[in-house]
């Protein structure tokens, strides 16, 4: 069975956001950044998004 999510469709907290904010702003890449947050990827780089917040692409 597929890894399930148990914070499905959590709204985000402001601590959450402040600390996407600053790894963000460390050049962390998006799946450290999920992981710390204890987030998917995807809702990581949603939210990102909507809140206009740059993420490091790694290469």
Known sequence: MAEKFERHKQAWTPEELDK???LAAKGMGL???A???TRS???TQ???KQDGI???KLR
Request: no cysteine.
């Open 20 to 22: 996407l904010r600053r």
């Open 31 to 33: 799946k450290a950044i």
């Open 35 to 37: 992981k710390a947050l």
């Open 41 to 43: 990827e995807e809702s």
């Open 46 to 48: 949603a939210r990102a």
């Open 54 to 56: 740059k993420i490091a």
